[in-house]
């Protein structure tokens, strides 16, 4: 049974840093499309960043780009997503997901999500 578990989130002040992980239990991490979702409240799941097995990013949406950073660390099975000069408009759930593939954005395994708040 494939799992994913993030963690890193919780409360900070605008401005601060944060760094996500997502830790999968399966075999077949180092092959798989990788990516970090976020939903903020009332609003649907956005795609945030998608990553390849090789380190092959999709682009950063314009309201994260320059901000955050995906990586990967097959050896050790986890995702991470560093998240700096954070604002009160990234306040959200953020789930990582195993794609389907890079292209689709489609997600076919979860995590449960790990939240992020940002004080202004």
């Known amino acids: 049974q494939v799992q994913l578990v993030e963690s890193g989130g919780g409360l900070v002040q605008a401005g601060g840093s944060l760094r996500l992980s997502c830790t999968v239990s399966?075999?077949?991490?180092?092959?798989?499309?990788m990516a970090w979702f976020r939903q903020a409240p009332g609003k649907e799941r956005e795609f945030v960043v998608g990553?390849?097995?090789?380190?092959?990013?999709?682009d950063y949406p314009d309201s994260v780009k320059g901000r955050f950073t995906i990586s990967r660390d097959n050896a050790e099975n986890t995702l991470y997503l560093q998240m700096n000069f954070l604002k009160a408009e990234d306040t959200a759930i953020y789930y990582c997901?195993?794609?389907?593939?890079?292209?689709?954005?489609?997600?076919?395994?979860w995590g449960q999500g790990t939240q992020v708040t940002i004080s202004s």
């Open positions: 997901a195993i794609l389907d593939d890079l292209g689709s954005r489609r997600g076919v395994y």
């Open positions: 399966t075999r077949t991490f180092s092959s798989a499309s």
């Open positions: 990553i390849a097995w090789n380190g092959y990013m999709t």
